[in-house]
């Protein structure tokens, strides 16, 4: 059911939250529309503080353009504002952005108030009093240990000091504010449901009941808070009914005894077990006895028994236990949380004795998620799981014991994963290319929020806060309410991710301007991803003018055979469309997908031109990034070379392939939502109202655009028997037929920005893309 695809989770609503398929939908792509923060209703004293902004708006920003003939003025102070100038600017605008696009883009207003929008920085830390910020931890173990606990309840990630002072951090912090009313919302509209019903996804040997787990975690997290900040015993009662179902002692079956949890899929022992520890720590003075005997005998006998049997006594099931990756975070993630909720109550051992294997397990496997450059080896989307449960296992043991047992330094790089997140963002959605993962729940990207306190990088919050999904419980506790500046404010608008495993490039016009241009494009490995990746060196996105032109399809059928079977050249998963190179926006040679085991040396140029502290920015004309790859070796021998530029001050897109002597027919494809029209080497493409023109610059003999169906091949090797691909509906793939031989091939995206004439666009010139520089195509 779920995993499949977006639009048959999208109406699978019958368990899910008030915002399920909106945190689903940062992978999962919601309906166009209005987003759940405007659904949901901004409060109205938000709108009205953003409204009155001192300085600075200029209105909301309805087209890319930048306003540069805007009337902003500046705080009135010349310079750099001090410390309280800052803080009174900050407090003055409240919420940065009150609403983002379907895609959790937040819309910035169209500002240049310097004050505010400035360096990054966590006021308290830069020594100001004007701040509220949260108290120190008392409990400070002189020398640490997992298996010492805090003194006083709850342990995970929200000890007592911090709930004393969240009525003054939601009086004061309009982002808190909303938060809490989000989660109290929430628990409102789930009080009345059922517990999450014991739903098997394909097979307990397939996605089993993860989806389940993942629900009763969310549901635990918000009623044991929205108890915790109201004293109403109605939400501990409403978390019990949800404890008592998924323990299996109720008075209808929830799985099997003892596997209940259903260890042939692991990822759901853990989080069924992380729901669990929350829920006997954050309402462990509720509780009696009996209830506590009861959650506690359910984390042992169906969580942590397990764990014991994977570490000591090598389990197959346990095999996550080398993967460096998700699924190594969320199990140790899990058995961290049920084992620290239970020490001291536990007289079996099995707590004490898991934390001796998680930990450091944890921190050779799961820490090692991101690669050398931050970029997560899975996929953008596995990101948000990975980094989840290790921000909530790292957070817990640091609540809990007073360290985080290097969990967070054991990888330099996890520094960086945050920036990656960042990149991978596009103007109007995510470069989501890969597997995009089973529905979210629980998981957000709010780790990016505990991985700014950790690593000193405030603009991790910042972009993290004005997103839909920063709205649970986690953020009342991770956020720091001075945190102040714009995470854009010096931001590179373009990176480079040379890691040769994932390397691809991020490169955008604007951090803020929703209607902006961005353009990724990425090549590296096909190896490495724990079979989650696509056979896509080349592939590219494009968003303009508010709109993806160049997309990706998302996941195939998780529960198709042989989908997770390896990477290798053999593997069943290279026969789904979705996984395929012509599923994907790349040149395919003669219909092959690409050679599984290649590199693909890359090179990168960047004017590195930076975000001030405005909105309201306007790029140099001679400001422009590129990336290229050689694909020859993935293609089998096939010279081929793939560049992607950005020319005309960001303004439009030029893609070219060097295609040096090479024998076989090739296609060039790409995958659009936009109605197309074809006219010989020239494509209009229209879609929500937008235009995006493309052409083929000084065509090959022959050479024009085409379009054809988002399916298979018809000379493509058979699928396993029974299966088929997904449907794409809605998809047209644009097209180009190619000769054998040697040439250039230049296709120029000129989007059709509402304040530009005919005449403004330029035609590049050809340049070799050896030869290509910062310069070359002035
Ligand atoms: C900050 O600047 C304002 C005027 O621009 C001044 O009135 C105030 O005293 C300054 N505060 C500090 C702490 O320097
Ligand atoms: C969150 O909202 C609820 C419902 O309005 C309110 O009772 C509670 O006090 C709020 N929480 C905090 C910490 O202020
Ligand atoms: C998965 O479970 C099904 C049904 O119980 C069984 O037929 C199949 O062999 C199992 N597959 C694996 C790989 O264990
Ligand atoms: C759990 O809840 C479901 C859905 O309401 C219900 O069908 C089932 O009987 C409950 N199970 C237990 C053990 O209470
Ligand atoms: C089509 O639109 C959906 C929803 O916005 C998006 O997730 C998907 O990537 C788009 N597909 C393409 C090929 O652009
Ligand atoms: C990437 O692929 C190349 C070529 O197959 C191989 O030599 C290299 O070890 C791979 N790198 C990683 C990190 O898997």
Redesign the pocket.
Known sequence: MAYRE?QDHLTNTNYHSVGAEEYGGNYA????GLSKWVKIGIPVGVVIVVAAVVGGIVGSRSSNKSSTSSSASNSGSTGEPNASEVASAKTAIGMFATTTN??SVPIYPSTTNAAAFTEPTFIAKAGSNAALTWNADTFQPATPAPTTVRPDRPRLIAPAYKWEQLAAFVASDPYMKQWNDTIMADVNQWEGMDPVPYDIDGGLNKSGVLDVARSVKQRIKAFAYAYRVTGQTMWADRAWKELQNASGTGSQPFGTAPDNWNTQHFLDVAEFTAAFAIGYDWLYDVWTDQQKTTIRTAIINLGLNFGIQAYANNAGYGWWRTVNGNWNCVCNGGLTMGALAILGDDTSGVAEQILGYTIDNAKANCAMGPSSDGTWSETPNYWYFGTTAQAEMASSLLTATGSTYGLMTANPTFADTGLYHMYVYGNQ?MF?YGDHGPNKFSTTANAMMFQASQFNKPEYMLFQRDRIDAAEPWSMFWYDPSVTGAFWNNMPLDHYFDDPLDVWASMRSSWTDVNGLFVAMKAGNHTGHQTHGDLDAGDF?IDALGV???????SGDYLSDGYFSSEATDSQRWLYYRTRTEGQNCLVVNHQNQNVNAATPSNFGSSNTAQGSSTVFEDPSDSTAFFTADLTATNNGAAIKRGIRLINGRKQVLLQDDITNVQQPMEWRM???ATVTTSGASATLTLDGNTMQVQILDPPAGVVFGTAE?VRYADDPALPAGMTDQP?P??TVLTIELPAGSYNLQVLFNPQWPDMQASDFKTPAMVAIDQWSLTSHN
Do not use: C, F, Y
């Open positions: 977006s792509e919601p309906k166009k379907a895609h959605q989501d996105v993806r032109w160049a997309g990706e399809l998302g995958h659009t939502n988002a794409n809605g998809v």
